[in-house]
């Protein structure tokens, strides 16, 4: 077989293939839960109601895809210039550990300035954290996937050990977890009386930033160059370390920003299990969003929504929630097969 | 002192081997799909899933090596939609590798949780027992650390010599050299190039999931989610640090695994408990980006590896 | 030795469509044993095409092989191969890490057995290359070998499975005249050893040198069929081309002042790729310099200094008159030097960018593609628009991605590019390679024009002839050291082969050569 691009795809080839990927991870999930015992039919009706039935589930997942939204921009904006940055976890609790380091206490600030403040330190944290992998591979050739993902490893066991150690609250009963942030650095609800914060308002600010920044701006236009073709961007005059360097650091700002949105929004102190892997699913939801970082907000909201619905479903039809896990892994990798199917036709050779 | 003490001593040594035995089988099995083109960050979900399945056979109350070959088999099978994505469609091997990686492991979780829906403590199997080799394990010191393990270690160290044997001895092992370096020159002369990384892929995927099997059916005799803990990745890092020769990786993986060992004896010994045991924890992880960073420069990287190869391409 | 009757090879019919192209229309050949048989046709009539599916790589979508009688299943090499057809790409198909025995040896055993005797298999490589009169050594690494010696691998590994039809594919585009020569006398070796060959070319003199029968495509049509001995060079050309195209006219050059100096330039060696060894070169205004070599001998390296891809490790590029402290490529592109790369698909486009993307690759920092970061597309897609009328480009717009277009379209965009700012100096790597006859005379014209309005331009080429044709001045480089420089037609290309084979530079008595180099 040989794969042969397509001229002028026509709409159903543009539609056609993630259309079937969608029907297809459906199918296969329904499959899996005929496995379990359970009727495929009310699993997905379960997992929809769980995740939009009622307005508290809705806000629910709403808050779920807060963190999803940063850390898929994190990962868009990072493999859109083809820098393989899997270590968004770790960028994250970088965020979080600042914003606790700060927001405790250290800084007997007013919202006004506290709330920016956190976030630029959060930021900064994260970009520096990423900055290390970007350096070894531009200076070093040292491949950034190996790096970033023993990063997740190595500071997850920082965080443990600041929280056993200076940052364990001596309120906290022995478990390890940090002192609450103050309630100046707590981000407000959007709406009153309605559990959604401000995090979720600065996701999708940063969304339309990053979108305007990747179609609009110089740096845009040289990270796709760099992600398209290094060899040409390289001899066409962009500085494609440079280009790399700056990515990386918005790809780990991003991140952390997941982390002080966690924090500073929703949890109000630091744990190690601050995370369930959102640095990892950022990958799902920015594959899943074909890299636009708008399409991130919708991909984030179908991931959160899948995860907030399993959970109820799984309380209530037996059904383990790694189904879930599951699903998106397969929606993954039908989606990465159906995108190409869009541009390539596969003719027999 | 007691450092030394502790390197000088042949339980040391055995536990150090009895660490590299799952890293040196899932190193090779990743250096078997890079040497033909391929990077398989699916190491990782596959290692977790050969762990269960291998464990799961067993425990259902299949023979120990049929447990291994369970274990092979599922891994096999993630390798085959590896490499099916990544092979005839060219698919980006960041992205399939890790989608496989979650795949494996969610799979994984479901199937435990399906199949021991009420344990809160997973129950524990008979494993492998060490089997002391005659007249070679009553070599001082090295008999202890070397041929005192169980059977499944000598497996292990019989694929790297088989993996050697086979890339350097055999016309296949050729063609797999080949595929990584000049897919064109493969299909030239006559060869399926799409063949011969996919079946790459996927014997070296069998590989891995030995790697996750020894987890729980020799060095423990139990499933625990979060077992293989990053194993998958370090051995990434170890075909690089191995510069894509058997050999050197499985001194790499034995190198590492000493470290390991060390890390956990020190942190035993008066020095360690001054120190927070994270601190140890992180050691071999930094160790690995370390030893990237002195060999990533003067690698000789197969020259085709994520170059996908479109036979007939204009 | 006469041809005999038998025929060892037909294809029939054979037609194949990629998209709307057809590459080969209906096309038929038959090869006997013995016979050379010539394949004519400009780049883009189709000859690679054919030998493709004969050899398997493509499928025909009509149409059969036949070797020896039995007909060849479709897109199965290894078929192919087993009934004694045998290949020499264009572009070798080799693997660098391994040696010229297990080049060889690839895929002749079974996968699934053991290596057989290396002597043995080492004994046998040196017979064959003492017979055909190709010397290499059989344990050295292919990465090491140069151009000449990887094409005696190619056919070493034909001739080691026996085959009994060799095909090559523009063999001598590589190789020095001499070695050209040699290669002929290889495959006359070959035709006295009962092989038969199919031997693919756009050069008229090699094909009435070495076939006995010439087979032109056009537009992949097949178009004639001749006996070499009833034909000649005017009327194959015209076969070839059908109308007669002209080549662009020369008008005498006026040198000017030397705009861009290279003095005594080194680079390193980049693994077996030579650098350059103390390299002495002078751009002149209106002067197009030529520089001919076998690849791999440090065009690359030149390029890579002119183009601002490398600083030197020693001596000193003066630019107008100043010594350069630094160099980069966006320095280049701002000092004046359109540079159109030497592989259009990897350096010279971004293949999913769109042609206004592509347009504004090397300009997009400055005004009026952006200010002060922010891109200002409606002055890029009008600048794309107007390269796509005043170049010709090929399209359905500016939107399209360039990954559609064919090579001539976008070596036009990419001329477009970097001439539409009247640059001072064009490094011209390449430029010409795979392009059909259309496309290459308006390459060709264009860059006199370069030179006509006043620019220094730096030509360098594998193909002899283009060089020949198209410079004021020659030089020839080798090793990575550079030959004076030959003031156009004072050479033959024999007399530039001997500096191309790294002859001569130690012998400076040459005829007609003006001392240049110190």
Redesign the interface.
């Known amino acids: ?5 397509i ?2 795809p026509s709409l159903g080839r543009s539609l056609g293939p993630p259309a079937l990927a969608v029907a297809a991870t459906v199918v296969i999930a329904s499959l ?1 839960a005929m ?2 015992g359970a009727n495929p039919f009310s699993v997905l009706g379960l997992i929809l109601k769980g995740a939009f039935g009622s307005q508290f589930a809705a806000l629910e997942t709403l808050n779920r895809a807060t963190p999803l939204i940063f850390t898929g921009l994190a990962i868009a904006v990072a493999f859109k210039a083809k820098f ?1 940055n ?1 270590g968004a976890e770790a960028q994250l609790y970088a965020g979080a550990l600042i914003t606790v380091v700060l927001g405790t206490g250290a800084l007997p600030w007013p919202s006004f300035a506290l709330i920016p403040t956190l976030m630029v330190g959060a930021v900064l944290a994260g970009a520096v954290l990423l900055l290390i992998p970007a350096i ?1 591979k531009t200076r ?4 950034e ?3 970033t ?2 990063f ?3 500071f997850l ?2 965080i ?2 600041l929280l ?2 200076p940052l364990k609250d001596p309120m906290g009963m022995g478990w390890p977890k940090s002192a609450r942030v103050l309630s100046e650095a707590r981000l407000p609800r959007i709406v009153d009386g309605l559990r959604l914060h401000w995090g979720f308002g600065l996701a999708i600010l940063c969304a339309v930033a990053v979108w305007v920044i990747q179609t ?7 990270m ?2 760099v992600g ?2 290094r ?7 962009i ?1 494609v370390n440079t280009v790399l360097v700056k990515t990386a650091l918005m790809s780990g700002g991003l991140a952390a920003l997941a982390g002080f949105s966690e924090v500073a929004g929703l949890k109000g102190s630091l744990t190690l299990d601050l995370s369930p892997g959102f640095g ?1 699913t950022g ?2 939801v920015a ?1 899943l969003a074909l890299l636009n970082p708008l399409g991130v907000i919708v991909t984030a909201l179908f991931v959160a929504g899948i995860f907030v619905g399993a959970d109820s479903m799984s309380r209530a039809a ?1 059904v ?1 929630t ?2 879930a ?2 699903m ?3 929606a ?2 039908l989606m ?2 159906a995108i ?1 199917l869009t541009r390539f036709r596969v003719v ?2 | 002192m007691e450092i030394l003490d502790i390197l000088i001593s042949a339980s040391f040594w055995a536990a150090a081997i009895r660490i590299a035995t799952p890293l040196i089988l899932a190193t090779m099995g990743e250096l078997i799909c890079e040497r033909a083109g391929v990077l398989n960050l699916g190491i990782e979900g596959i290692m977790v899933a050969g762990a269960f399945a291998g464990w799961m056979a067993v425990y259902s109350g299949t023979g120990l090596w049929v447990g291994v070959a369970v274990a092979m088999v599922v891994g096999m099978g993630f390798g085959l939609l590896h490499s099916l994505l990544t092979v005839p469609f060219g698919l980006s091997q960041h992205v399939v590798g890790l989608g496989v990686t979650l795949l494996a492991t969610s799979s994984t979780y479901y199937a435990y949780r399906l199949a021991l829906p009420q344990v809160t403590s997973p129950p524990k199997i008979a494993a492998f027992q060490p089997y002391e080799i005659p007249i070679l394990s009553d070599i001082p010191l090295l008999g202890q650390a070397l041929f005192s393990q169980t059977p499944f270690t000598y497996l292990a160290f019989a694929l790297v010599a088989a993996t050697s044997i086979m890339l350097y001895r055999t016309p296949l092992g050729l063609a797999v050299r080949a595929a990584g370096e000049s897919p064109a020159a493969v299909a030239a002369q006559g060869l399926s190039v799409t063949a011969i990384r996919m079946g790459a892929v996927i014997v070296g995927s069998g590989f891995m999931a030995m790697g996750g099997a020894f987890l729980t059916m020799s060095a423990f005799d139990s499933f625990f989610f979060e077992m293989v803990n990053g194993r998958g990745w370090i051995c990434i890092a170890l075909v690089v640090f191995g510069s894509w020769k058997p050999g050197k990786a499985l001194l790499g993986a034995v190198l590492f695994a000493a470290f390991d060992a060390l890390q956990i004896r020190v942190q035993q010994t008066s020095l360690g408990a001054d120190i927070p045991y994270q601190i140890f924890l992180m050691a071999p992880y930094i160790l690995s980006i370390v030893a990237l960073v002195l060999v990533s420069r003067r690698a000789e990287v197969p020259a085709a590896l994520m170059v996908p190869f479109n036979k007939g391409e204009r | 030795m006469k041809p005999g009757s038998e025929v060892v090879l037909r294809l029939d019919a054979i037609t194949k469509r990629f998209g709307k192209l057809v590459a080969n229309d209906a096309i038929s050949l038959s090869l006997r044993k013995g016979e050379v048989v010539a394949l004519l046709g400009e780049n883009g009539a189709g000859k690679t095409t054919l030998m493709n599916i004969l050899f398997g790589q493509y499928t025909a979508d009509s149409g059969s092989v036949e070797v020896f009688g039995q007909t060849l299943p479709p897109g199965n090499s290894r078929a192919a191969l087993d009934a004694g057809v045998g290949m020499v790409h264009q572009h070798f198909t080799l693997a660098d890490n391994l040696t010229v025995l297990e080049n060889i040896t690839l895929g002749v055993q079974s996968l699934f057995g053991w290596r057989v005797n290396k002597a043995e298999t080492s004994l046998k490589i040196r017979r064959l290359s003492d017979d055909f009169r190709l010397k290499v050594d059989p344990d050295a690494r292919v990465g090491s070998l140069s151009v000449g010696e990887r094409q005696r691998v190619e056919i070493l590994k034909a001739l080691y499975r026996d085959v009994k039809i060799l095909i090559l594919d523009e063999p001598t585009a590589v190789l020095t005249p001499q070695e050209a020569d040699d290669l002929f006398a290889t495959l006359r070796i070959a035709i006295a050893n009962g092989l038969s060959i199919i031997f693919i070319s756009h050069k008229l003199h090699e094909v009435m040198a070495i076939s006995d029968r010439v087979v032109v495509l056009r537009h992949g049509r097949r178009v004639a069929e001749v006996d070499v001995a009833d034909t000649d060079k005017t009327a194959l050309s015209g076969l070839m081309m059908g109308v007669e195209a002209k080549a662009p006219d020369i008008a005498v050059a006026r040198p000017g002042k030397t705009l861009l100096s290279l003095q005594n330039i080194s680079t390193p060696n980049i693994k077996n790729v030579p650098g350059l060894c103390d390299v002495s070169l002078d751009l002149k205004a209106g002067q197009i310099i030529g520089l001919a070599g076998v690849s791999g001998n440090g065009q690359a390296a030149l390029a890579d200094v002119v183009g601002g891809m490398r600083m030197p490790s020693q001596g000193v590029l003066v630019l107008g008159g100043e010594p350069l402290a630094q160099w980069s490529p966006r320095k280049a592109v701002q000092s004046g030097i359109a540079r159109i790369p030497e592989d259009r698909h990897k350096t010279g486009t971004i293949a999913d960018f769109d042609l206004t993307e592509n347009t504004i690759l090397e300009g997009y920092n400055s005004t009026p593609f952006s200010r002060a970061g922010w891109m200002n597309w409606s002055k890029a897609r009008r600048f794309a628009t107007d390269i796509i009328d005043k170049y010709d480009v090929r399209c359905p717009g500016p939107d399209t991605r360039i990954r559609l277009l064919s090579g001539g379209n976008m070596q036009k965009l990419i001329l477009g590019r970097v001439l539409e700012a009247d640059p001072q100096i064009v490094l011209a790597n390449q430029p010409v390679r795979g392009l059909d006859i259309g496309a290459v005379n308006y390459v060709h014209s264009q860059l006199l024009a370069a030179r006509d309005r006043g620019a220094a331009v730096l030509l360098i080429s594998e193909d002899l002839d283009e060089i020949m044709g198209l410079s004021d001045v020659i030089h020839v480089i080798a090793g990575g050291r550079l030959s004076p420089g030959f003031a156009r037609g004072s050479m033959t290309p024999a007399q530039l082969g001997i500096w191309m084979a790294g002859q001569g530079f130690d012998s400076a008595d040459l005829d007609g050569e003006v001392a240049h180099a110190s």
């Open positions: 077989m040989r794969l042969e691009p001229a002028n899996l496995v379990a393989w899997i070894l070093f050739g040292v491949d996937v190996v790096t993902l023993l997740n490893f190595i066991l920082f443990s050990m056993e150690g609009r701006s110089t740096l845009g236009y040289e796709r160059a398209l073709n060899e040409a961007a390289a001899f066409a005059g500085p990892y990958i799902i594959m037996g383990p790694y189904l896990d599951m998106l892994a397969t993954l990798l990465v097969l190409l027999r050779d």
